[in-house]
């Protein structure tokens, strides 16, 4: 069965310096990896996905993942950091064409002005 | 095209009683899955309907169900409802166009309150 495991369920880093949220899976067979973003009282935000097409993925609000297979992981970064990325990010894993969503357990940013 | 819609978006019942979550897709998805989010468990799958059919369920009791509809809106009961069920429910919907995980879109959620 798959699963995930977010490194560090608290981040917090000083505006203008990088972002880096780690996500490692597990997972017998190829993944569909995704970032989502919860501000508080919504729901999910899609950020970006893994869908084996390129190992470098780009997503909203200038946020991108690295897939590497040989680490199995799934690191989400931004260069900068902004005041209104401070939310929770949470990666998932899918795997099978099934339309189920395996979720690791958040990692709440929060940005130091 | 609007987004997956979910009503009530506040919910306050007391233990024993049961009750009913609604949600409508993005138009023209098929498939709805449901979650569970809670600061102990985190998100976790409930259950995914496509066509009007349970096509995934996960690792709930009995006392959750769902259903969908012809026009691909769905609706979960709670039954018998517990203090541990208090919880935002999450609702999402896909294209789901079979043999590849197609991107799930959240709605807002229920926050339910179990007294």
């Known amino acids: 069965a798959q699963s995930v495991t977010q490194l560090g369920s608290h981040v917090s880093v000083s505006e203008g310096a990088l972002v880096l949220l780690r996500c490692n899976y597990s997972?017998?067979?190829?993944?569909?990896l995704f970032w989502y973003v919860q501000y508080p009282n919504q729901g999910l935000q899609l950020l970006l996905k893994y869908t084996s097409a390129a190992t470098l993925v780009k997503g909203i609000n200038g946020f991108e993942a690295e897939f590497k297979k040989s680490e199995t992981s799934f690191h989400l970064t931004k260069p900068s950091a902004h005041m209104s990325d401070a939310a929770e990010y949470f990666c998932a894993v899918s795997v099978g064409g099934a339309q189920k969503l395996v979720f690791g357990q958040g990692t709440r940013l929060t940005i130091n002005p | 095209k609007a987004g997956v819609t979910q009503t009530p978006r506040y919910l306050i019942k007391t233990r024993g009683q049961q009750v009913t979550l609604s949600c409508s897709p993005i138009?023209?998805?098929?498939?709805v899955s449901w979650y569970q989010q809670t600061p102990g468990q985190g998100l976790q799958f409930l259950f995914e309907?496509?066509?009007?059919?349970?096509?995934n369920k996960g690792n709930f009791p009995g006392r959750f169900s769902g259903r969908q509809f012809s026009n691909s809106r769905s609706e979960m009961n709670v039954s018998t409802l517990e203090l541990g069920d208090s919880a935002l429910y999450l609702c999402?919907?896909?294209?789901?166009?079979?043999?590849?995980?197609?991107?799930?879109?959240f709605g807002p959620g229920t926050r339910l309150t179990v007294l």
């Open positions: 309907y496509f066509s009007e059919t349970q096509r």
């Open positions: 138009s023209g998805h098929r498939s």
């Open positions: 999402a919907s896909s294209t789901s166009s079979g043999g590849r995980t197609d991107t799930q879109y």
């Open positions: 997972s017998s067979v190829p993944p569909y």
